[in-house]
């Protein structure tokens, strides 16, 4: 049974670009939750998806947007980076049933520069 | 607001028992989290409490919930190389509809000594 998959697994983008994250949730969740980590510091929320819309959202600006498919995977979208947006960024699934319950893939490491 | 606060570093000898301390402020926190993420990986759930329990017990691990002082521990027993790693402490509180947003501490970085 895979768990959560994400990629790429890492990438490299200059500052004013734009960015895609990719995630595959572990089989039998239908909810998607992403999270980025800056370095040395624990992970911060930023939305989370749920039968393709976005339920709730953190504290993060509009230049972080987010998609679900029917197959319940999900896109994370960045633009205009910044250096600041450099981090591991990491998705989280749940099941319909233990929303509670968080699994995290590996991360995507994002370096601006 | 929502804080959860850890220590930053602990380190203890290969076989003793480790205790990792955190406190949360938002005391409507519906579940209570441990996870574990070692170097360049991502977080591994190891366990989590409900907040109406006082303890949780699973195999080495136990944890420990004081909900007066808003204070959640983990014990590691019979600490082994392999446990080295970061330890996070997460609360979540539901936003409705089954949907919960987990808040993290910065996490307790434990080193074992062989």
């Known amino acids: 049974d895979a768990g959560v998959t994400q990629s790429p697994t890492h990438l490299i983008k200059t500052r004013g670009q734009q960015v895609t994250l990719r995630c595959s949730p572990k089989s039998g969740h239908d909810t998607v939750s992403w999270y980025q980590q800056a370095l040395g510091q624990g992970p911060q929320f930023i939305f989370q998806?749920?039968?393709?819309?976005?339920?709730q959202r953190g504290n993060f600006p509009d230049r972080f947007s987010g998609h679900q498919f029917p197959n319940y995977s999900s896109e994370l979208n960045v633009n205009a980076l910044l250096l600041g947006d450099s981090a591991l960024y990491l998705c989280?699934?749940?099941?319909?049933?233990?929303?509670?319950?968080?699994?995290f893939g590996p991360g995507t490491r994002l370096t601006v520069t | 607001g929502e804080d959860v606060e850890q220590s930053l570093f602990l380190s203890v000898r290969e076989g003793d028992s480790s205790v990792i301390n955190c406190t949360y402020t938002d005391s409507s926190s519906t579940y209570l989290y441990w996870y574990k993420q070692e170097p360049g990986a991502g977080l591994q759930l190891l366990t989590y409490i409900f907040s109406n329990m006082d303890m949780k017990q699973d195999q080495r691990l136990t944890v420990l919930l004081n909900k007066k002082d808003k204070h959640l521990s983990l014990r590691i027993a019979d600490t082994q190389t392999g446990d080295s790693a970061i330890y996070f402490c997460a609360e979540s509180m539901s936003a409705g509809a089954g949907s919960y947003q987990l808040t993290f501490g910065k996490g307790t970085k434990l080193s074992v000594i062989p």
């Open positions: 998806y749920y039968e393709e819309e976005e339920r």
């Open positions: 989280a699934s749940s099941a319909p049933t233990d929303t509670y319950e968080q699994y």
